[in-house]
């Protein structure tokens, strides 16, 4: 099992950053991905970034050059960096870890608030 807890949000003017950490119980290396999704009021929850056991990061094409994802081996943990934030990034953010066995282990949720 993995347990995941996220930390960082808050409310933010528009144009504005934060970072979103995300702490992994276990070393990333065993995890196969962890991921951030984000989850507005009254629509799904849906992909944001993710980074790869190896590396490899991939982004949804609204936060592409805005959001990076990164991680910190020792710490076993992995962040969300948000600039040029939008009143449209307004969500709960959760942090998924996929790991085996089980799969997909979800964090609680932070959330985040963008005003215009």
């Known amino acids: 099992q993995v347990q995941v807890v996220e930390s960082g949000g808050g409310l933010v003017q528009a144009g504005g950053s934060l970072r979103l950490s995300c702490a992994a119980s276990?070393?990333?290396?065993?995890?196969?991905?962890m991921a951030w999704y984000r989850q507005a009021p009254g629509k799904q929850r849906d992909l944001v970034a993710l980074?790869?056991?190896?590396?490899?990061?991939n982004y949804t094409d609204s936060v592409k050059g805005r959001f990076t994802i990164s991680r910190h081996i020792a710490r076993n943990t992995v962040y969300l960096q948000m600039n040029s934030l939008k009143p449209e990034d307004t969500a709960i953010y959760y942090c998924?870890?996929?790991?085996?066995?089980?799969?997909?282990?979800w964090g609680q949720g932070t959330q985040v608030t963008v005003s215009s």
């Open positions: 980074i790869t056991s190896r590396g490899t990061t």
């Open positions: 276990r070393s990333l290396f065993s995890i196969n991905h």
């Open positions: 998924k870890a996929y790991a085996l066995p089980g799969g997909d282990y």
